[in-house]
């Protein structure tokens, strides 16, 4: 039974450049939530996507956008990074919007 | 808004000792509960949760949580740490019927052997 997946595992971008990072969920899941760990932080939720659809949105800037697809699987896409952007973005996913979300390991995203 | 309070940042134990991490939450209203795991290298995995029914709840490894509506807390305990339980642990809630999960800034354990 796979799990949740991410790619890229790390990635190194410049101030004002795009990211994208890809989410699979794991099999049978239907919903994807985005989250952000800073160093030293619990996860921050960015967003909820759920029958393709944005379904909740936490305090973060229109620079994070994202899109999940008809297979479930979901891209975060972030615009103009600054420094601060610097974490871990994780992926989870759930059966249902309002169900126990599973994590996968990551990607870890770096900012110069 | 939401928000989660994890009392110890750093706690550190020698094997056999027990466990009691404080987990404290603010929201009027009712709550699902999480107690999140990453072990080193690894990913969040979960560890045990609460929706309803009895406020005790057991999850992996031994480990078990107690859900005290009065007081707003789901601390998680353990009646003797092992070595393999060196790991952060965050403790998460959402409001039931809402999407996010909302966590706290977690607590590191190191179990000396």
């Known amino acids: 039974d796979a799990g949740v997946t991410q790619s890229p595992t790390h990635l190194i971008k410049t101030r004002g450049q795009q990211v994208t990072l890809r989410c699979s969920p794991k099999?049978?899941?239907?919903?994807v939530s985005w989250y952000q760990q800073a160093l030293g932080q619990g996860p921050q939720f960015i967003f909820q996507?759920?029958?393709?659809?944005?379904?909740q949105r936490g305090n973060f800037p229109d620079r994070f956008s994202g899109h999940q697809f008809p297979n479930y699987s979901s891209e975060l896409n972030v615009n103009a990074l600054l420094l601060g952007d610097s974490a871990l973005y994780l992926c989870?996913?759930?059966?249902?919007?309002?169900?126990?979300?599973?994590f996968g390991p990551g990607t870890r995203l770096l900012v110069l | 808004a939401q928000s989660v309070s994890q009392h110890n940042h750093h706690v550190i134990l020698s094997e056999a000792a027990s466990l009691e991490l404080g987990c404290n939450y603010s929201?009027?209203?009712?709550?699902?509960l999480f107690w999140y795991v990453q072990y080193p290298g690894q990913h969040l995995q979960l560890l045990l949760k609460?929706?309803?029914?009895?406020?005790l709840v057991k999850g992996i490894k031994g480990f078990e949580a107690e859900f005290i509506k009065s007081k707003f807390s789901f601390n998680l305990r353990k009646p003797s740490v092992q070595w393999s339980d060196t790991a952060e642990y965050f403790c998460?809630?959402?409001?039931?019927?809402?999407?996010?999960?909302?966590f706290g800034a977690g607590t590191i354990l190191r179990v000396k052997s």
């Open positions: 989870a996913s759930s059966l249902g919007h309002q169900e126990t979300q599973y």
């Open positions: 099999s049978g899941h239907d919903t």
């Open positions: 996507y759920y029958e393709e659809e944005e379904r």
């Open positions: 929201y009027g209203g009712t709550v699902n």
């Open positions: 609460y929706f309803s029914g009895d406020p």
């Open positions: 998460a809630v959402n409001a039931q019927g809402g999407n996010k999960l909302v």
